[in-house]
């Protein structure tokens, strides 16, 4: 089945009217999250999931019932908006609605994180970092990332000796393989010292990329007070008042 053309127009205004005669029901609904079986949903790129480490282990101290699970098919604000999700946090800056709170974070910046011991840990240079194997996220023949762009622009390459399924798969490959892996700083620094890597600068200069925590306005709904609460406590303050590891 397809939707006809009215329907297509008439889509957006639905899911409005849906989405505001639910948050009106949801508001009068009790929620203790001490006794709550209710589940949080987070979207977010993968990239971002250790970012909400403190959250979660927020919940489980507070809301041992509740469970939190992570989406990835819908960009931050389109899943809140949709209340597909309860809390996002996507890269950019996204655009505001009178449904959603929308708070920027301190933007993230890159780093290289190699392996104790290795050249480039002892002495980062363009040249070391040119002639050491590395491990990146993804396929090969993948589209060009930021990486790959600065790289250019500096002259520089790199051999990739491992192409990782994931970021937590990469931050192991590293390790083992001994090699480098450059990738945002803040989600994976805590995570890089458990598997023996040290954060390094970048030989190059990469931008740092925007990100914004996407939340639904609560309105009075008291399961939706309490999430902004906790991921005030867990990731805006401590994340916007310096500490920029997850």
Known sequence: ???????????????????????????ERPFDPVTSDRRIRIATPDLCAPLFSRTIASVARTAPGMAVEFLDTLPARQAVLTSNADVGLGFGHPKSDTNLTIVPLIPLDWCT?????????KA???????????????????D??????????????RHVSCYAPNFSAA???????NALFITLRAPFEAMATKFG???CPTPMAI???PVALVLRAPHGDRFHLWLHQICHDTIIAPFNDGNRTA
């Open 124 to 142: 980062p240079s363009p040249e070391t970092w040119q002639d050491s194997a590395h491990v990146v996220v993804g396929k090969r023949g993948a």
């Open 197 to 199: 890597l040290v954060a």
């Open 1 to 27: 089945m397809q939707r006809t053309p009215l329907a297509e127009r008439l889509y957006p205004r639905v899911i409005e009217a849906a989405r505001t005669a639910r948050n009106v029901f949801e508001a």
């Open 171 to 177: 931050l192991a490959l590293a390790r083992e393989c």
């Open 113 to 121: 994180f190699a392996p104790k011991g290795h050249p480039f840990a």
């Open 207 to 209: 931008g740092d990329a």
């Open 144 to 157: 060009e990332g930021p990486v790959e762009k600065a790289s250019r622009a500096h002259g520089l390459t």
